[in-house]
């Protein structure tokens, strides 16, 4: 059962664990620039950032490497569900208690990083998800809002699983959370599957307020209605196969 954190509730002013458990992984296709500024805000901090690039054809991998980011590179583009699970299998491997997906185009902000680890680190849930309806979605257009409705629907009858935000990529796995993850659709229909398999696992979510920061460019990048349809397909294609 999930349980969500008012908007107005405090966030924590300290990170509550130690940051050489946490491992933030960052897929990235073509992301060279925009990814820098990310790094620089999180590395600080959290010195173990895995980035996956994923196939791109740009300098993703160079300045990943300049900023003393760990990288793993797919020779093709396989998709953001296959990088994630790409950075998750490696951080698992290298001893991470903690593990955060992150977006690599400047949309997330590392601060609100403690806030949510901080119910993950205390035991109260296996997994926190980021929420821009319980939070801020700065610069969202209505059709984007409008199109994120329909998918916390599409969620909701697919998997059963009740969310304000179905399309946020920002998250805190716990290990053992983590460890029952098993991402199979490549792309963008991972984000359905994951909630088909923290509900069959038996996993504890909670939904934690985050502020989205959207402008032109992330906008040109994200989810149109025709890819929404072609992610809604896969996922129910997979789980037919399943």
Request: overall charge positive.
């Amino acid at each position: 059962m999930a349980t969500q954190t008012s908007s107005a509730a405090q966030k924590h002013q300290h990170l509550p664990v130690d940051a050489a458990q946490v491992f933030i992984v960052i897929p990235a296709y073509n992301e060279a620039a925009r990814l820098g500024p990310v790094l620089d805000a999180l590395l600080p901090q959290y010195p173990n950032v895995v980035v996956v690039d994923d196939g791109s054809s740009d300098e993703t991998a160079q300045v990943a490497r300049q900023r003393g980011a760990v990288v793993l590179r797919h020779v093709i583009n396989r998709g953001q569900g296959a990088a994630l699970q790409t950075g998750i299998t490696y951080s698992l491997r290298a001893g991470a208690e903690y593990i955060v997906t992150f977006d690599a185009d400047g949309q997330h902000n590392p601060a609100d990083l403690p806030a949510m680890l901080a119910p993950v680190a205390a035991g109260q849930c296996d997994v926190t998800l980021g929420s821009r309806f319980l939070g801020r979605a700065e610069n969202m257009p209505l059709s984007r809002r409008l199109l994120l409705l329909a998918a916390r629907v599409f969620t909701y009858l697919t998997s059963g699983v009740k969310l304000t935000d179905c399309h946020n990529g920002l998250r805190v796995l716990s290990r053992r959370a983590a460890r029952c993850l098993n991402l199979r659709q490549d792309r963008m229909a991972h984000a359905s599957e994951i909630y088909d398999q923290l509900r069959t696992a038996g996993l504890q979510y909670r939904e934690i307020p985050v502020t989205i920061s959207y402008n032109a460019e992330t906008l040109r990048k994200g989810q149109s209605a025709s890819s929404a349809l072609n992610i809604a397909f896969h996922y129910l294609f997979g789980k037919v196969r399943q």
